[in-house]
C-alpha cells in the first residue's frame, strides 16, 4: 500500500512571500490531518478533513493559513504571507475514519522562512 | 482543552537497559491514547495503542497501559537496543489528536 505523500521535501522562502504544500493521502483514508511540528515540539493540529468537509480548523491561523480538500481526496495547504515564525515542518497524515483510528503520516514539508 | 506532558528528554540508556518513558493526560471524556516513534531521518509511525481504561498496548517489545485513575500512559520495554534510539511521542484522541512534546531516546552500545 502506498503511503501518504507530500511535496516538496523543502521549501525556503522569504518573510512575506507565499507558499503551498501538496498532500495526497493513503487510498480510500476518507480522514486527512494537516499539522505543524516547530523544532523540538510535538505536532500541533492545524485542520482536520473528513472527506472534503472541515471538522476542525481551531487551531488554524486563518489570517494567513488556508487549505482545501476539494474532491476529499488530494489536498494543499497555504500560506500567505509568511511569517519567520512559520519555520517548521507540515506533516500530512490520513486515517480511515474520523475518531479514534490511527494515522498514517508522510515524511512532512521542511519549510524554511528567511 | 486536552493536553500531554511528557518527561523530558533526552533519556540515555546503554543497550539491554529498562526503558521507561512517562506520559499523563488531561481530557474529558475517554479518551484513546497512542504512543507514536519517529526514527531518524524517518516519519512519524505508529507504535501502538490503548482505546479504554486498562487496554494494554503491546508492539516490538514496548507496551504501555492506559491508566484512568492515574491519566497516565507510560511507555515501557524490558531490554533496548541501539535501533530504538528514537524520539517517542504520547498522544490522546479525544476531542482531536493531542500530542506531547517528544521524549528522544538514545541507546549506546
Not at chain 1, 59 to 68: G, H, N, T, V, Y
Not at chain 1, 72 to 87: H, M, N, R, Y
Request: aromatic share 12%.
Amino acid at each position: 500500500e502506498a503511503g501518504v505523500a507530500q511535496s516538496p521535501r523543502y521549501k525556503i522562502i522569504e518573510k512575506r512571500q507565499s507558499v503551498a504544500f501538496w498532500c495526497n493521502p493513503i487510498s480510500g483514508h476518507a480522514t486527512l490531518y494537516w499539522y505543524q511540528q516547530i523544532l523540538g515540539q510535538g505536532p500541533k493540529l492545524l485542520i482536520q478533513f473528513q472527506n472534503n468537509g472541515v471538522v476542525d480548523d481551531s487551531q488554524l491561523p486563518k489570517d494567513r493559513f488556508s487549505a482545501e480538500r476539494l474532491k476529499g481526496v488530494d489536498s494543499t495547504l497555504k500560506i500567505q504571507p509568511a511569517k519567520l515564525e512559520d519555520s517548521a515542518v507540515y506533516l500530512c497524515a490520513s486515517s480511515l475514519g474520523q475518531t479514534n483510528q490511527p494515522q498514517h503520516f508522510g515524511d512532512g514539508t521542511r519549510l524554511s522562512i528567511l | 482543552g486536552d493536553s500531554v506532558t511528557q518527561m523530558e528528554g533526552p533519556v540515555t540508556l546503554s543497550e539491554e537497559a529498562f526503558l521507561t518513558i512517562n506520559c499523563t493526560y488531561t481530557a474529558t471524556g475517554y479518551p484513546s491514547l497512542f504512543w507514536y516513534v519517529q526514527y531518524p531521518g524517518e516519519g512519524l509511525q505508529l507504535l501502538l495503542k490503548a482505546t479504554k481504561a486498562d487496554d494494554k498496548g503491546s508492539n516490538k517489545g514496548f507496551e504501555a497501559t492506559y491508566r484512568k485513575e492515574t491519566t497516565s500512559f507510560h511507555l515501557e520495554k524490558g531490554s533496548v537496543q541501539v535501533s530504538d534510539s528514537a524520539v517517542y511521542f504520547c498522544a490522546l484522541y479525544g476531542q482531536n489528536f493531542v500530542f506531547g512534546p517528544g521524549t528522544r531516546l538514545s541507546v549506546l552500545p
